[in-house]
């Protein structure tokens, strides 16, 4: 279990080296880890009450069980959009704070945008998962439920 940190930043820079040719919208495609995530730490918990019940989860159980800790700032405009802050994203912590490294960043957040996607449609939810930096290791997530 002390591994697991290390092992998840191995698997992530092979991911993002392998992969980041062909991820879209700032998503790379997990198949069911996403869901396979939600659905392993979600056996033992209540139903969730509502959208912002789901995303309460996702910064703070699931962001700690997969980074370490809790998102830094959750914030929402209760019309369907929620913005998700990590202040020292761990999977950006290992690169340079240097300005020459912002526009590489994108290609290492793909990966955390489709676990968070897929997470949230094992639960229900239909999303686009986008994310942005504007000086490292800081990094946002917008989360925009599509309304059916």
Not at 59 to 65: I, S
Not at 127 to 139: L, Y
């Amino acid at each position: 279990a002390a591994d697991q940190p290390v092992l998840l930043l191995l698997l992530h820079n092979e991911m993002v080296s392998g992969v980041y040719k062909s991820a879209e919208q700032g998503e790379v495609e997990n198949g069911r880890l996403g869901q396979g995530l939600i659905e392993r730490f979600t056996k033992d918990t209540a139903r969730f009450k509502d959208e912002l019940d789901i995303m309460k989860f996702i910064c703070k159980d699931f962001w700690t069980t997969v980074f370490k800790k809790q998102i830094d700032n959750l914030r929402t405009d209760h019309q369907g959009i929620y913005v998700l802050q990590d202040n020292k994203f761990r999977l950006l912590t290992q690169m340079s704070s240097g300005k020459q490294y912002l526009e590489h960043a994108s290609k290492y957040l793909a990966f955390t945008c489709g676990l968070i996607r897929d997470g949230l449609s094992n639960l229900g939810i239909k999303r686009i998962v986008t994310a942005e930096v504007s000086s490292m290791p800081a990094c946002k997530f917008q989360v925009m439920i599509q309304k059916l």
